[in-house]
Structure formats: structure tokens, C-alpha cells
């Protein structure tokens, strides 16, 4: 993981600031604390993605993916240290859509939960609206309302039922659909 090549466009993602954090571009130096946090089973079961129990190298798989030039989605460290919080509360995400939309996606460190990190990270990435979308999708399991709080919260309108695999619960989860038009 030393000798991977940060791209210029991750170099160039956008570091945005909120009241007691920072959103920041990933960094190799993440993946122990990625691997720490997705290795609790009930973040990895609140995910379409991370397996449980985490392979080795996923963190890093991960990381790698988040800095390539070629990658379609751009993912931010929830970085507290600057308050004296810990380096890395958790990660939110935006994945590139066709017709100038965007998914946000999120999760937080179990350890971390109902302290309000998530919906201010969701808040302060929607407000940036770095990809510039016209429109962002969101969902949460529905076995999770606190994630769809988060979503609520930041001006998410629910759309429907869904379903999504997880990675984790090796199955088909039904979810909840949320999408924000932007401004």
C-alpha cells in the first residue's frame, strides 16, 4: 500500500468542513481504522458492501479503489482529529450516476453512533454537492431507521420500497429509497 499512486483528481477532491469534523480524501494511512470499524459485524450488516468477517486486504482493496484515476465513486474520511475526536469516525461516499445524479452512501464506526456525525456529514456533503448533481439517491435497510433518520434529516424525500443485496448478510435486505432534488 506505500507505493500506491494517489491520482490527481483524489488529490483534488474537496476537503469540506463542518462544526466538529472535516471530510477528507481518503489516505493509505486510513485502512487499519477501516478495518477496525467494517470488522464490527453490525456496521458491515448496515452496508451493500462490506463482508463480514472482512477478508484481509479488503481495507486496503478499498482505499486503493477510493484514489484510482479511474474510480466512479469519491469517498471522504469523517476526520475528527482537529477536535480532539478520533482520525476517522467514519466514511461518506458519492458514486456517479448517469444524467448528472449522484448516491450518497455512509457509515459510521459503531462506537460513534447517535452522536450526530452521520446526518452532519450527509448534511455538509449535500450542501457541497461536490459532484454538482442534479438529484441524489440514497436508501437505507429498513431494518436500520437510524440511517434513514440521517436521511430525513438532511432533506431526503422517501421514494419507496426497495431491496438490496448485502455483501454481509449474504441476502436480499428490503430498503427504504430515498432521493433529494438539489437546488
Not at 468542513?17 to 464490527?40: K, N, Q, V, W
Request: glycine share 8%.
Amino acid at each position: 500500500m506505500d507505493d500506491l499512486k494517489i491520482s490527481d483528481s483524489a488529490l483534488n477532491q474537496p476537503v469540506i468542513a463542518t462544526e466538529r469534523f472535516i471530510l477528507r480524501p481518503l489516505r493509505p494511512s486510513d485502512a487499519g481504522m477501516i478495518a477496525h470499524y467494517t470488522s464490527d459485524k453490525r456496521v458491515a450488516e448496515g452496508t451493500r458492501a462490506i463482508p463480514h468477517p472482512l477478508p484481509p486486504g479488503a481495507s486496503e482493496a478499498f482505499v486503493a479503489r477510493a484514489l484510482s484515476p479511474d474510480r466512479t465513486e469519491d469517498v471522504w474520511a469523517i476526520d475528527g482529529s482537529a477536535n480532539k475526536l478520533a482520525e476517522l469516525l467514519g466514511v461518506v461516499s458519492l458514486t456517479r450516476m448517469e444524467g448528472d445524479q449522484s448516491e450518497l452512501g455512509f457509515w459510521i464506526g459503531a462506537g460513534f453512533w447517535n452522536t450526530g456525525f452521520a446526518t452532519e456529514a450527509v448534511d455538509a456533503l449535500v450542501r457541497a454537492n461536490p459532484h454538482k448533481a442534479r438529484t441524489l439517491f440514497a436508501e437505507a435497510f429498513q431494518d436500520n431507521p437510524g440511517s434513514a433518520r440521517v436521511l430525513t434529516n438532511c432533506g431526503f424525500v422517501y421514494l419507496g420500497d426497495a431491496e438490496s443485496w448485502s455483501v454481509a448478510r449474504n441476502a436480499r435486505v428490503p430498503t427504504w429509497t430515498y432521493l433529494r432534488k438539489m437546488d
